[in-house]
């Protein structure tokens, strides 16, 4: 009996002679069951030279031959490092992802027919989204129903990429379908209908920026911080680590109409709420992949509530699954991928703190404005598709190139402690494709650092540090924890009252976790324990708990006298926006700044040149302001607002928003 070489070449030779006469090969996914010694008759078929069993190989720029042909129909490159078997060696060679034309290619070649293996055939599988090497397949619903949209690249010369539509992909021998599911035709997954021609990124985000204005309450950088996240869930997937964006405040103050703004425009949302059980939200997340926004996400104590925290945990790294065994079968485990973005509303803050310090926060507030609807009408929707549609094609448009890294890509220069370059990484990275809006991204962070360690100077350990360096200060060496919590309690009862009494007793566990140590000593006729610590250590708590050096020192600064004008050269210079601040400013009149008593005096004269140029004025304005031609210190400056405000020449009508008192 004649072996399957045999036939195959019996087959050849009656081609050559007019005869077609094929043998049949099974084909298991990606495997050919041929006979060993074919792939070395394909590459011949290629008109690729041996070297040995060696030939350059084509899949990189190969000066010497290095990929091995094995036998067994495998190959190896010791180059490249790239193997596989006969079907893999033809698809690759060629560039397609055409199984059918892998396929003629090789019966042509080998004078076979390959057939799939019947008993081994899967079905197709349904995916929303299917990334190869150059194409992202999304899944829309389209007027004639759910549909891939992909970008097909052209290589011809001024010509442009088109937007496509397709049935199915097949991808490694797997044929793809669109997702789809009863949950899209409820509004409880949201997907684009079609793609749309891509504007230029700012008038993108200004688009996104003007539709959560329209419908929400919400301060202009926190808007502007809003847009660019959704900018970032449409390529979520391509970074390793995400944060969330939180809206917290009670009930009434517009926290889901916020979520809801927001999480409309964002990749895929996935609208849940309190009564939706944690079983399927795992299973809603892990078909779809897309933007969870949780509603009323108020976790108490119970086994649903845990489930959905550890979804909370797991979701912010990539290739962290979640494994469940099924109920009705032990011995069968389920994995779950919580790797998404999330939106949540609630009430009362995490009790997680880690949890809690991934969080892009807004804290709520029920809104004056007249232009916010007090209802949704269909207008909302048929505008946050209009905007989902064409994100879609800034999806397909620059996914591949979103790079992510373990570099600081803020860089070493720019001085933010860790954790906020850690929490807001993943929309750096998005950012960083666009210089200009990267810049703004900057400053906005600057400013929320310094809030955050005004928040921690009032705390207790903040009093603490700032006791301890206010005793340094006057000389003093000998310090008792008991000279710490008076000076303390004097500090408390001058900002906030009678709100801290503070007792040395008290104070040793917040002294140990600080760093400070205590040792007993003799000095002359005293004889007590006091209090020290590393010089290092506390350069690292003045900076982290916002402590000031003495306002003493002369520090020369240059400030404006005449009134600057907006120029609106960019669509996000907003009004009392930091991202906004490259404002151009006449320098006709210039006054030195010798001392912080002369700053004092100025304080009102720049805060009303301010307001006329954004309309509200911040602290990270004022000292943007003040850094025009030379620069003064944050303490400084904290220095002369607070002396400012004491002789009432200022005042602080909101947290962070300073009038002159006329």
Known sequence: MPTLLEEIERARKEKEAGIVSKVPVKRKNNHLFLPDGSLKKIVECFELPFTGNKIKCPFHDDHEPS????????????????????????????????????????????????????????????????????????TIKSKIGFKFCYLEKTKKAGANDELKLCDDVICDGITYKPQFGEEVNKNMVLLPTEPLVLPPIKELLAMIQGFIHKYCDVDVDFETVCSYYVLMTWVYDRLAQLNYLSFLGDTGTGKTRSKLAIGTLCYTPILVNGGSSAAAVYRLLDKWGGTLLMDEADMKASDESQDMIKLLNCGMEINNPIAKCDKNDPNKIDF???????????????????????????????????????????????????????????????????????????????????????????????????????????????????????????????????????????????????????????????????????????????????????????????????LGVDEQKLRVLRSRYFVTNSCDDVTVVTVCTNTAKNSNNSSFDSKGSVFGDNVPVSHSTVTNVTNVTNLVELLPEIITQLKTIFGKVCFASIENYCKIDTSISTGKLEAAIQNAKSKGLIFEPKPDQFEVLK
């Open 67 to 138: 990929l091995l042909i094995n036998d067994n129909n495998t190959f190896k490159c010791f180059g490249c490092n790239k193997s596989g078997n006969a079907w893999t060696f033809t698809k690759d060679f060629l560039k397609t992802d055409n199984d059918d034309i892998v396929r003629s290619q090789i019966e042509g070649f080998l004078g076979i027919t390959i057939e799939q293996s019947k008993e081994k055939e899967e079905m197709p599988q349904h995916k929303n989204c299917v990334i190869t090497k150059d194409r992202v397949y999304q």
């Open 336 to 530: 779950f991928n919580p790797y998404s973005p999330k939106i949540i509303s609630r009430r009362f803050p995490f009790e997680d703190k880690a949890l809690e310090s991934r969080c892009l926060t807004f804290i709520t507030q029920e809104t004056r404005r007249d232009d916010v609807p007090i209802t949704l009408s269909r207008q909302f929707y048929n505008e946050a598709q209009v905007l989902r549609n064409y994100l879609l094609t800034f999806r397909l448009v620059y996914y591949f190139d979103i790079n992510d890294t373990q570099e600081d890509i803020f860089g070493k220069d720019f001085q933010v402690e860790p954790r906020i370059k850690q929490v807001n990484t993943s929309l750096a990275i998005v950012l960083r494709l666009f210089p200009e809006l990267f810049e703004g991204f900057k400053v906005f962070l600057m400013k929320k650092q310094q809030e955050l360690i005004q928040e921690r100077s009032d705390s207790k350990e903040g009093l603490l540090v700032q006791a301890y360096c206010n005793f340094v200060s006057d000389g003093k060496k000998l310090i008792t924890a008991k000279d710490l919590s008076d000076k303390m309690n004097e500090f408390a009862e001058n900002e906030v009252g009678d709100r801290y009494c503070f007792t040395a007793r008290g104070l040793s566990k917040t002294l140990k976790a600080l760093g400070f140590h205590s040792k007993r000593r003799r000095e002359g006729c005293v004889v007590g324990r006091f």
